[in-house]
């Protein structure tokens, strides 16, 4: 059996909205083993979006325990969690997010100006990253002058930049039409098997899922 | 360094609301630089001043005359090395209410011994001595009209209308200090316009004057020596005040406080404005940025990565205000000068950009801690949520 890079013991969270306890997650007990690619379904509501978040570190467990990466995450400071999460997290979002007025290059290089390399070093990095998505040609081009799908590819190329531990996607396809979401899949699953790269991906999606190694089902902050 | 790249395209985000923001702002620092540049204008430091130097004017009052014959009581005086006096004329020149310049008439014989803050060459103190209309005018005044030497002005006063003298140009007198350079002014002889008003107003006006300027040594006896000349004329029906000039230059200055006052409070209440201008822009910036601030943080990015992306873009906004600003001063002063001419010894003070400098910081933090508030205080959660 492969290390575990993400393991949840009992972990709840719950959140309080006008002095009223909601809770989302019940106990979750999850192992995803490095190198794994992970889909994690459910209906709206079910909860397995705040899963990823508790795992991407941006938001906090109300009790239980979570490992991601050797860390236990709960216990780090507000600062430990931001220099922890440049360092180990990639976190691809449903609707890309990426910066409008920066070109896919600067935006891309966006995590690697929180680290000590040279601007050398930074553009060596973006290039392989923006190669590796098919974009190399298109690093100069602003959001607005690129498609959905090379959107979420700029958004990709950001996220493995520097070649995080654990790739996190919150519906990468979510917002887009059919064939792009299977050229981004594809990218994912290729991602996965030839750099080996563990990826959880949230999405409602069962054509996604299917790139995906393991499914799992999470139904009213229970996992199935 | 390495975010200047992304504040700088930040800041012009909204290009046409970054562009007005930054006019905003020129213009505000434009009107602060014009405004504090009129208040160096009410200053004046000990340096500019003549050690000794004292002013006597009538007791009652500043606008009644002196006996001309205080002056040779007065250069008997214990301490009174030197003793001369001088007329106000007027201000206004022709039919033209735009058109006016101030004019004095000076003793010729002895202003020179004491007014050592004015520059006259020997020659033009010669040529106004032995002229009896001879008129020595201002650089700036010979410049502004095309005067020359030799040329016959006929001028008149505010005080006696009816008056209507002709003089002669005889030379130029300039002010040492730098701040009164600009002034457009002309002085005649004391003797030829006390004769003309002796004639033309009223027969005892020749032998009266407006002031008496005297000079004390030693200078650090300048009070007391002023309280002797007082003391000379108590009790007379011409009873003098004597003041130190700083007292008096104070007492000038003192008139016009409660102008001295609203442009200062006008000049503070610029830099409020100028601070709401940037934080109303800087408060829009926080509202549309919480879900890229939130991104951010996924990203990585700390606290201190979001103080200095808000506080560059702020300052960076602020400085480009500042720049252009600061340009505008000199030319709002010319086109100020040229509106208002009254005030024609206003001019650039560098020490307006020191106001300016650390005025402009304070705003660009101040400016840019709503936004800074708002992207370190909501979670990545909260702020991931939000739709722009």
Redesign the interface.
Known sequence: MAESIVQTRNLYKEYIRDDMRIPVLYDINLDVPKGEFLALMGPSGSGKTTLL?LI?G??RPTRGDLSVAGESVAALT??QL??W???H?G?I?QFY?L????TAF?NVE??L??TKLSGYERRKHVEAALAIVGLADRMNHYPRQLSGGQEQRVAIA?AIVTDPSILLADEPTGDLDRQSAESIMTLMSRLNSEFNMTIIMVTHDPRAADAAKVVRHLDKGELT | M??L??IV??A??HKLRTILTILGLAITIMAFGIVRNILEVFSFSESDLIPGHLITTHKTSQMQFLPYSHIEKMRQVEGVKAATYGFFIGFRYGDDPEEFFMRMAIDQDNFYKIRTDWEVSEEDIEDFKNTTNGALITPHLKLKNGWEEGDVVTIGSDYFETLSLEVEIVGTLAFKREENQQLDMMFIRGDYFRRAIGQEVSPELEHQVGWIELLADPPDDAAEIAARVDSLFMNSDMETSTKPVNAYATAQIDRFRTIITALKVSSYLMIGVILLVLINTMSMVARERI??NA?????????R?LITLNFGESLFVAILGAILGAALIWPGIILFKALMPFLGQVKFEWITLAWVGPALVIVGILASLVPVIKAVRT???DG?RTVE
């Open positions: 978040n991407a941006i938001d507000e600062g931001a220099h999460r440049a360092t997290i976190f979002f997010n910066i409008p007025v920066l600067d966006l995590p100006l929180l950001r | 390495k975010f790249n992304l395209k930040n012009f985000r879900n890229e991104v951010l943080k996924t990203l990585g990015f700390r606290a990565h979670s990545i959660v991931l």
